[in-house]
């Protein structure tokens, strides 16, 4: 049976928001779209301080949730580049909310795919402040709008209840 034109289209959409079945490579292992955003991440061994943050800050069980989200991932080479100490200082217990303002910030509400991203969207973070993407020469990145943007650096980790997408970088939020 022939199908129309648009129906692929909208099968190849479906497909790219789906993820591939197998899942997306990270570190070497597959994140597999059936596990949720939590589950993916302790198995790759390039977001470990973003794992612990999320503990520390409590947020573990929200990201486990039903969602859909779509997270931001700074890697742990994202997390060194901040100044000596921040790390240790934002995982102690007294700078957890401090902490989950960070973490927040990397965290839109819904399911964004790459090819949702378009160049000067700003994305509404869970902790109210936006994002901003940028698209340059087929990257993406996003930002603050101040500091250098985060590169994406793998794209599109489905998982069941939303999206990573790995970045090379912690956005920070404005001072207000």
């Known amino acids: 049976m022939d199908t129309p034109m648009g129906d692929t289209t909208a099968m190849m959409a479906d497909d790219a928001r789906m993820g591939k079945p197998e899942g997306v490579m990270v570190d070497g292992v597959a994140m597999l779209p059936t596990n949720n955003i939590v589950q993916n991440a302790v198995m790759a061994s390039s977001v470990t301080t973003l794992v612990k943050a999320v503990q520390a800050a409590g947020l573990d069980g929200t990201l486990s949730g039903p969602g859909p989200f779509t997270v931001f991932a700074p890697t742990n080479a994202a997390f060194d580049k901040l100044p000596n100490g921040a790390v240790a200082g934002l995982l102690k217990p007294e700078s957890k909310d401090k902490l989950a303002a960070v973490l927040t910030y990397h965290v839109i509400q819904g399911r964004l795919v790459a090819q949702d991203l378009k160049d000067g ?56």
């Open 121 to 176: 969207q700003e994305l509404t973070t869970v902790n109210g402040e936006k994002l901003k993407v940028t698209i340059k020469d087929g990257v993406v990145m996003v930002g603050n709008g101040k500091d250098a943007p985060a590169t994406v650096q793998v794209a599109d980790v489905i998982s069941s209840n939303g999206v990573t997408h790995v970045i090379d970088t912690v956005i920070l939020p404005l001072e207000k």
